[in-house]
Nanobody, 117 residues
Framework: QVQLVESGGGLVQAGGSLRLSCAASGSVFRLNAMGWYRQAPGKQRELVADITSGGSINYADSVKGRFTISRDNAKNTVYLQMNSLKPEDTAVYYC???????????WGQGTQVTVSS
């Protein structure tokens, strides 16, 4: 089993910044891709950004140039630096990890990000 613990959400004004962290623990002997998803009220969960163990990165078009994903493999932790936040970035942000040879999927509990206008 793998546990993902997120931190760093909160309330910020438009144009501000937040940094999310997600630490993986448990059976993390092979941590493949890690990423961040978000779900706004009444909308489907969507990919924000992900990063492979080798460092390849993918961003949603809506966050390119504003958000930066990174990971520390020694700490089994993934980060999401969010700059120039907009009210439409308001959502619950979930950490995701792909683990092991069988690519088992794990999710964090979610952290609320609220951007006021």
């Amino acid at each position: 089993q793998v546990q993902l613990v997120e931190s760093g959400g909160g309330l910020v004004q438009a144009g501000g910044s937040l940094r999310l962290s997600c630490a993986a623990s448990g059976s993390v002997f092979r941590l493949n891709a890690m990423g961040w998803y978000r779900q706004a009220p009444g909308k489907q969960r969507e990919l924000v950004a992900d990063i492979t163990s080798g460092g390849s990165i993918n961003y949603a078009d809506s966050v390119k140039g504003r958000f930066t994903i990174s990971r520390d493999n020694a700490k089994n932790t993934v980060y999401l630096q969010m700059n120039s936040l907009k009210p439409e970035d308001t959502a619950v942000y979930y950490c995701n990890a792909d683990v092991g040879v069988c690519s088992s999927d794990y999710w964090g509990q979610g952290t609320q990000v609220t951007v006021s206008s």
